[in-house]
């Protein structure tokens, strides 16, 4: 994985100490909290409904054990002993104080990592496909792209004060599990004729307006790349609103103006930038490339021992396919029938960091489903892995189920949520591991947002649940057929909301329809589009 | 009646006027009537506070104050997905009347 060179530590470094002096001004009273604010922003640093919250970037997702190991640290020394890892790969802690969030920085920045761009309107951590660099279908691995985007992105004077808040997603295969077209721009990394290039989607997102990104460039050559994300930004800085935050996001821009006038936009900017010569040398591209080199594989066994039925099950519902044979990637999952989903204690973050250390090369990464991975691990380790994790509270066999639920953090700690979402995760998770219906309903994605902004990725759930305030109470609307895959699409709502019994009934009977009608082999989201809404709605409200 | 609450400033923990100054306890709040734009000032200006506002709230009959709002309510316990966490002697009354 990538590690800072001289500029990156100089500029972190320097980062962690004007924060320090920022932090002892507002506490010396030398600063207002207008004037702190948007400062404390920069610096990833919330106040949330109870605290102060502290989000840390996870560039891409990806982490080795020495960095986990800081974040458990942290959380001890910092916080209450448990960190929070979210949907776009960072990770939260909730009760940081300010007068100890610089040391908090100045740990972090001893593992070359930082909490800058995690708020505010700038370009926000670049996320990606959790199995890069693993995974058996990909092109090549997306994190160096991610990386150059990254470093573009990072301090770009003219970005720093977007519209609003950007965010950006690259994958590099068919299979998009970045969730990259609901993201302000998604980049798919390809190879035409032997030449790898990138195709540029702009203009997606969730939120109160969710939009799919429509394609706005089919290939654009590699070392052209940052050229044209630079253009991208630049007609959206240039044209996007400031008059209305919640109109200011580049989806709605790309909605106004139409796909094909944006795109010319860009393409008169991009032949600009061209001329002026913006595009990063290609000796940095492969000096950042080879920090991603593959691990030494060895040969080893391809299959396991599945006499353990618990240990079989886990491996067919947790392990994916490794580009190499003998390895498969393996998921942690973060969410306990009951639990909190993204919740990991100190303990167990260390647990995770000896297992990287011993059994995947000390690789980690942070999905943005609130789990986490172990991307090489050889089969015939795998026993062992998941006897460790089993024993950590951590062997949860649970992906891509109903238990597997995205929820925000929702009324229990954002001051931004109407409802809570946590405990309905807790409930459903609950209810379907106690009647053993989730291997039944197998791959079901559930996702709950506590509000309109939608951290939650409820627009993308095959079942998505909104919680909204209703004359001071919660209450949930339903909606269905939502995907952020690579059949990306956004879920419809079903009707009127349920307060929390209700909307836990609700679930049960939406799964009960596709028990009845689904077709073999059919998933929850495929017999939805096959059957369409009615069937649900007649059994919701009828 | 109306109360005022706010968070600490060093330590970001939600807090409550109790008259002469700021308490972790929401059954401690009091009705500042029509002083609350006063208070608030002054008390943002001495950084006693962080982001200070006023609420509505009630008292029931055992004289606990209450939130008017789920969001003030949960502010006044902490997670309620993680009661281990929240205010220690504040919950007395438990939890059934935040939600």
């Known amino acids: ?542 | 009646m109306k109360i005022l609450t706010g968070n600490d400033l060093r330590s970001g923990a939600v807090t409550w006027w109790n008259g002469t100054g700021w308490s972790l306890f929401v059954d401690d709040a009091v009705d500042v009537g029509d002083e609350a734009e006063e208070i608030l000032a002054r008390e943002e200006a001495a950084r006693r506070v962080n982001v200070p506002y006023a609420i509505e709230a009630t008292i029931d009959a055992a004289g606990h104050v209450r939130p008017a709002h789920i969001k003030d309510r949960v502010r006044a316990l902490g997670p309620t997905v993680r009661r281990d966490l929240g205010v220690p002697t504040a919950n007395k009354t438990g939890w059934d009347w935040v939600i």
């Open chain 1, 1 to 542: 994985m990538y590690r800072y060179d001289q500029y990156d530590q100089a500029m972190v470094d320097a980062r962690v100490e004007e924060f320090r002096d920022q932090a002892r001004r507002r506490l010396e009273g030398k600063l207002t909290e207008d004037q702190f604010k948007p400062l404390r922003l920069m610096n990833g640093l919330y106040l949330q409904l109870h605290a102060y919250m502290l989000r840390v970037a996870i560039p891409y997702g990806t982490l080795d054990a020495r960095q986990m190991e800081i974040l458990a640290d942290i959380a001890d020394k910092y916080d209450r002993g448990y960190g929070h890892f979210t949907t776009r790969q960072n990770i939260q802690y909730n009760w940081i104080k300010l007068e100890d969030c610089a040391d908090a920085l100045a740990d972090l920045a001893t593992v070359e990592m930082h909490a800058i761009q995690t708020s505010g309107n700038c370009i926000r951590n670049i996320s990606s496909d959790h199995f890069a660099g693993a995974a058996a279908d990909e092109v090549v691995d997306p994190r160096p792209y991610a990386e150059l985007m990254r470093q573009w992105s990072s301090f770009h004077p003219e970005f720093t004060y977007l519209p609003r808040k950007f965010k950006i997603a690259v994958i590099a295969s068919e299979k998009d599990r970045a969730a990259m077209r609901l993201h302000d721009i998604g980049v798919r990394i390809v190879a035409r004729d032997g030449e790898v290039g990138a195709q540029f989607y702009a203009g997606g997102g969730m939120g109160r307006t969710p939009m799919i990104a429509p394609l706005i460039r089919d290939f654009v050559p590699i070392d052209q790349f940052i050229t044209y994300a630079e253009a991208c930004l630049r007609v959206y800085n240039r044209y996007g609103r400031r008059d209305n935050k919640y109109k200011a996001r580049i989806k709605i821009l790309v909605h106004e103006l139409g796909a094909a006038e944006y795109i010319r936009q860009v393409e008169e900017e991009f032949a600009h930038l061209l001329s002026v010569g913006v595009e990063p040398p290609r000796e940095e591209l492969a000096r950042i490339t080879a920090y991603f080199a593959p691990p030494a594989f060895v040969d080893g066994p391809k299959t396991v021992d599945r006499s353990d039925p618990d240990f079989a099950l886990w491996v067919d519902r947790n392990t994916h396919r490794h580009k190499h044979d003998a390895y498969v990637s393996a998921v942690i999952s973060l969410k306990p029938a009951g639990g909190i989903p993204g919740d990991a204690t100190s303990e167990q973050m260390r647990v995770v960091a000896r297992l990287a250390r011993e059994y995947s090369f000390d690789e980690l990464r942070v999905m943005h489903t609130q789990n986490l991975l172990l991307p090489h691990v050889r089969i015939a380790d795998l026993h062992a892995v998941w006897t460790a994790l089993d024993e950590a509270g951590l062997g949860a066999p649970n992906m891509d189920t109903i238990e597997d639920i995205i929820a925000c953090p929702g009324l229990d700690y954002c001051s931004l949520a109407n409802a809570r979402s946590i405990p309905l995760a807790q409930r459903i998770s609950e209810r379907f591991a106690e009647t053993g219906r989730t291997e039944v309903v197998g791959e079901l994605k559930l996702k709950i947002s506590g509000c309109i902004n939608a951290c939650g990725h409820h627009h993308a759930g095959h079942i998505g649940i909104l919680g909204v305030d209703k004359k001071g109470t919660e209450n949930y609307q339903i909606s269905l057929g939502g995907s952020e895959a690579e059949d990306v699409s956004l879920a419809k709502i079903t009707g009127p909301g349920f307060d929390e019994d209700g909307v836990i009934a609700a679930v049960e009977k939406v799964t009960d329809i596709y028990l009845a009608t689904r077709a073999d082999g059919e998933r929850f989201l495929d017999t939805y589009r096959r059957i369409g809404m009615e069937p649900f709605k007649e059994a919701l409200y009828g």
